[in-house]
Structures are given as C-alpha cells and as structure tokens.
C-alpha cells in the first residue's frame, strides 16, 4: 500500500516485438517502469497494436524482449506462469457459461488463489468484488442470461476478485452506460491505490482516460507516440498526429481535462 515505505512493484518493458507469424506490430518496444499503484491508460488509433501488447503482457502471445515484474522476467513463463501474475480483461466477452455470476467469481478466485484461502474468506471476497462492482443483486444469475453491460461487469469481477500485481484491462467499459463507465474507472483506481497493483486500461474515450490515469501512452503503429502525465500525452499536436484531427484540450469547471475535436483531417 503506497505511504507505508513500502516499495512498490515495477513492470519493466525493453526492446520488445511482438508479430502474427511474419507480421512485426511491435517492434523495439521501451517503456519507463509501469509502477504499482498507478493506472496508465494505453491509447491510440484502431489498429495501433494495443491489444497486441496487452495480450504480449499477458503471455498471450509470443513476445521477443524483456517483460520484468520486479525482479520476474515475464517473458518465456507459460501462460498459467503468467497468470500467477497478471490478470487480462479482454474485450471479447467469454463464451455463455452455465455458471453464476458468484460461482464464476468464485472459480476465477479459486484458479488463481486455490488452496491459500478458507471456503469463508473465498465467498467473502467474492461477494466483496460483486459489491464493488454494484452487482450483488446478479450474483445468483445465470452468466447466460446477463445484458451485455451486466456480462462486462461480471467480467470485471472476475479480474478483479484474483488481486493481481498487474491488471489489464482492454476497454472494459465498452458495453457499459455512462454511471457504471464512471463507477468502473473509480473502482479501478481506488483498487490500485489500495493494493498497489499495475493497471495498464485500453480506452477509447480520452477524457476518461485523462481523469482517471496518471499516466498515458499513446500508441501509433505499435510504437510509442507519447507517455507522460494526462496533461503531457493528450495535446492538440499529438491529437492531430496520431488521431487525425483537429482538436482542442481544455479544462471544464471542475478542473479535468476535455478534448474537443472539431474536425478529421
Ligand atoms: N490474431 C491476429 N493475427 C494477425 N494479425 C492480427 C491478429 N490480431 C491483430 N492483428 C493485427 O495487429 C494489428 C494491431 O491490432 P490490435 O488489435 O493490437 O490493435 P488495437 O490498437 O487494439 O486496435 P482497436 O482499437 O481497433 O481494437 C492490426 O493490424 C491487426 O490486424
């Protein structure tokens, strides 16, 4: 937890590729340590290569390079070595499964934490992230039987139940409406305050990306356009050379950053 002197975890990335067969998306990838406690937002045009590397992180596709947790090279470790690790949100809802949504947080908990907990403390934490998640009263729904929001926010719970040192999350709130975006991206926030975990989040929508990341990385062309603070990354000139439009960054009332784009070019 940040402010005990406690040191935080570091996810280091250098000189990283990642390809479909021949195809190079990533090429030469280095990023300054990803650190614990932190969200960075990962953004960037449709076809930038961000899944790509969040699938790379996840030990989901072959990566060439250096992925380090602390002092853990990623890179190499099976998936389920990874997986003791990161946890990977992707976009792509799963398949309709036969379960409930408790009995489904229950058994992402239970593959990552198995034997460590106690029945009690395993449905506690369960019941905890689906509380978090504003959906304890689906918790005795068939996953079959959710919207699709009600099936992101199931999803979510199951991330989130595991208690990652890195979580990614790949626009976890595409299918959600505007309360629960809000809702979401608080909770991933506070989450990785208080546990001090690595949230790297694809999003699309940059003003949620400026208010609730301290960091952004920008991709264009599986390559980094820009990285640094919301303020730093998201600028009309970046804006315009990865993007292609042209816009303008200002501040509402409260203080967040708004981007308000007048034109494609
Ligand atoms: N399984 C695959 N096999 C071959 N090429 C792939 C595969 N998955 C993605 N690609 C290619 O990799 C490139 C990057 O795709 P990726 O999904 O990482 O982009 P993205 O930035 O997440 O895009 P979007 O915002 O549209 O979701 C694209 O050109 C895509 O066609």
């Known amino acids: 937890m940040q402010g005990t002197g406690e040191t935080l975890p570091q996810l280091h990335i250098g000189g990283l590729h990642v390809g479909y067969g021949r195809r190079r998306i990533i090429e030469a990838l280095d990023l300054p340590a990803l650190e614990g406690g932190t969200v960075t937002a990962l953004i960037g045009p449709n076809a930038a290569g961000k899944t790509t590397l969040l699938r790379a992180l996840a030990g989901l596709v072959p990566a060439k390079g250096s992925i380090r947790l602390d002092d853990v090279e990623l890179t190499g470790l099976s998936v389920a070595g990874h997986a003791r690790h990161v946890t990977y949100m992707p976009q792509a809802l799963p398949q309709r499964v036969a379960l409930t949504v408790f009995e489904a947080t229950l058994s992402a908990l239970m593959s990552s934490?198995?034997?460590?907990?106690?029945?009690?403390?395993?449905?506690?934490?369960?019941?905890?992230?689906?509380?978090?998640?504003?959906?304890?009263d689906l918790a005795m729904r068939g996953l079959d039987e959710l919207s699709g929001g009600q099936r992101q926010l199931a999803s979510l719970a199951q991330s989130i139940v595991r208690e990652p040192a890195v979580l990614l999350l790949d626009e976890p709130t595409s299918a959600l409406d505007i309360h629960h975006q809000l809702r979401v991206m608080?909770?991933?926030?506070?989450?990785?305050?208080?546990?001090?975990?690595?949230?790297?989040?694809?999003?699309?929508?940059?003003?949620?990306?400026?208010?609730?990341?301290?960091?952004?990385?920008?991709?264009?062309?599986?390559?980094?356009?820009?990285?640094?603070?919301?303020?730093?990354?998201?600028?009309?000139?970046?804006?315009?050379?990865?993007?292609?439009?042209?816009?303008?960054?200002?501040?509402?009332?409260?203080?967040f950053l708004q981007v308000i784009v007048d034109r494609a070019v």
Do not use: F, K, M
Not at 124 to 133: I, P, T, V
């Open 186 to 255: 608080q909770l991933v926030a506070e989450l990785a305050r208080e546990r001090s975990i690595i949230v790297v989040i694809v999003l699309h929508d940059i003003a949620q990306a400026a208010r609730y990341a301290q960091r952004v990385v920008v991709l264009q062309n599986g390559a980094v356009a820009a990285d640094g603070t919301p303020e730093a990354a998201i600028t009309p000139e970046t804006l315009a050379r990865v993007y292609r439009v042209e816009a303008r960054v200002e501040r509402c009332s409260h203080g």
């Open 113 to 136: 934490r198995g034997g460590a907990l106690s029945t009690a403390d395993a449905h506690a934490r369960a019941l905890d992230a689906l509380a978090r998640l504003g959906i304890s």
